[in-house]
């Protein structure tokens, strides 16, 4: 009889002590991750298991953070300050106040979408080209409580929640851009959902629904951000 081979499961050194109970968003390059949440604070890890401090230029509740271009961008939920840069080297550049709630890098542009607060109806939405050293206003084809925004195939596609001053409503629309970010469309998924969150993953974008209902969650995918099928999960 052969002899069992027992192997021991690896320990965690995960130095927890180090982290806030704040963080509320978390990104990675490909040498580091970055973690961000209310304050000035930031960790920093390059194995996710021991975290350092770090200060940032500006104090917020931050809403999103995205690696992008060799740096990170941070979008704030209460300012007007936005953050850029690596680990140790960090700066700050205005922006509109509005409460970001996602941020994201694609072919030399970047942009941050976010939530209408008290029956705003205008665009919620900020462009920044190269470094993230300024932003501009961007006017979507149409206004919406702007939850997400991806990239990929050389196309850019913004979801949200409800538009103008309704209050808790789904739409059926995306924002789409297949001109590199210059301009979007309207582009019709057949589906009124609240729209909370998206990616582009395994060569197509993936946006899921933000739901009470906890047996069922609208799932839209897309391989070029035109044609949408639908499923639940």
């Known amino acids: 009889i052969e002899p069992r081979l027992e192997i021991d ?55 999103a953070i995205k690696f992008g271009n060799g740096q990170y961008v941070i979008v704030p939920q209460t300012g007007v300050q936005a953050v850029y840069g690596s680990p140790g080297s960090w700066n700050s550049t205005n922006i509109a106040p509005y409460r970001y709630k996602d941020v994201t890098f694609g072919n030399n542009n970047w942009f941050a979408v976010g939530e209408q607060q008290n029956g705003d109806s205008t665009d919620i939405v900020q462009k920044s080209t190269g ?17 997400g925004i991806a990239y990929g195939n050389n196309t850019w596609v913004a979801i949200g929640e409800f538009a103008d001053d309704s209050t808790a409503a789904g739409i ?60 639940e999960m």
Do not use: H
Not at 133 to 145: E, G, I, R, Y
Not at 207 to 225: H, K, P, R
């Open 131 to 147: 470094s993230a050293t300024s932003w501009q206003d961007f006017t979507m084809p149409f206004v919406a409580s702007w939850t």
């Open 9 to 63: 499961p690896p320990q965690s050194t995960i130095e927890s002590s180090s982290l806030s109970s704040n963080i509320r968003c978390i990104a990675a390059s490909p040498s580091d991750a970055v973690a961000v949440g209310l304050g000035s604070q930031a960790y920093s890890s390059q194995d996710g298991e021991t975290w350092s401090n770090d200060t940032l230029p500006a104090n917020d509740t931050w809403g």
């Open 172 to 231: 059926s629309t995306f924002a789409v851009s297949t001109d590199d970010g210059v301009s979007f469309q309207t582009v019709d998924t057949g589906v009124v959902a609240r729209w909370n969150t998206i990616i582009f993953a395994y060569d197509k974008f993936i946006a899921l629904e933000s739901s009470a209902d906890s047996t069922a969650c609208a799932v839209a995918i897309s391989y070029d951000g035109l044609d949408w099928y639908t499923s």
